[in-house]
């Protein structure tokens, strides 16, 4: 079963600063991988979805990566600001049915101001 | 506006009870998720339906029940047979299981046992 791990857990950075998020997955035949944004407190929003065919997709200053054979994702935000704080989740889908959808627990992200 | 929505918010339930929490969608979506969050851990899922009438157990769904009467609901039933149901429950909502869709999150509900 795909395993998806998120590192590092947290991490606060200053205000105005570009950072990666970092998500490696075990199971490269991953059909898309989704990344989310979650408020304490609150459900999940949907940021960006990156089918197996593509190797980036982007939203304003967010940009993610998706490379299959290294196993990994990342997540780019650039020019971070205070309302950037949050918990980000990345998620695999290794096909077949709701059940081959695999989180990650998560990087908390403090952008100081 | 589209979207899912999640109620109660908050939900205490007493040892014993059933407690049952509500999930409606109008993004016209076939198929709906429920997962669990817990501190620490990755959501891991109680319950997914394809189409209405139809349901498959996720990957810890003992001690909960659901139903899917109609397209745009699907409640969760918690019940006294759930051992630890102290989490943050999250309602989703896809256009269907195929892994090329983009799946939608409500807000939320959290279930506190006293």
């Known amino acids: 079963k795909q395993e998806v791990t998120q590192i590092p857990a947290a991490l606060s950075v200053p205000e105005g600063e570009n950072l990666v998020l970092n998500c490696s997955f075990t199971?490269?035949?991953?059909?898309?991988l989704q990344w989310f944004r979650q408020d304490p407190g609150k459900g999940l929003t949907s940021l960006l979805l990156?089918?197996?065919?593509?190797r980036e997709q982007t939203s304003g200053r967010l940009n993610a990566s998706l490379d299959k054979s290294s196993g990994r994702s990342t997540l780019y935000i650039a020019a971070s600001q205070p309302g950037d704080s949050a918990t980000y989740l990345c998620?695999?889908?290794?096909?077949?049915?709701?059940?081959?959808?695999?989180f990650g627990k998560g990087t908390h992200l403090i952008i100081q101001p | 506006d589209g979207g899912i929505t999640q109620s109660p918010k908050y939900l205490f339930r007493k040892e014993g009870q059933n407690v049952t929490l509500s999930c409606e969608q109008n993004?016209?979506?076939?198929?709906m998720y429920w997962y669990r969050q817990d501190p620490g851990q990755g959501l891991r899922l109680i319950y997914y339906s394809q189409i209405v009438n139809d349901f498959q157990k996720g990957d810890i769904a003992e001690g909960y029940s659901v139903s899917r009467e109609k397209k745009e609901s699907f409640p969760l039933t918690v019940t006294s047979a759930q051992k630890n149901p102290t989490a943050f429950y999250l309602c989703?909502?896809?256009?269907?299981?195929?892994?090329?869709?983009?799946?939608?999150f409500g807000e939320g509900s959290w279930l506190t046992v006293v």
């Open positions: 989703a909502s896809s256009r269907g299981l195929h892994s090329g869709n983009t799946i939608y």
């Open positions: 998620a695999g889908h290794s096909g077949g049915g709701a059940d081959g959808l695999t």
């Open positions: 990156i089918q197996s065919s593509q």
């Open positions: 993004l016209n979506h076939d198929a």
């Open positions: 199971d490269s035949a991953i059909y898309n």
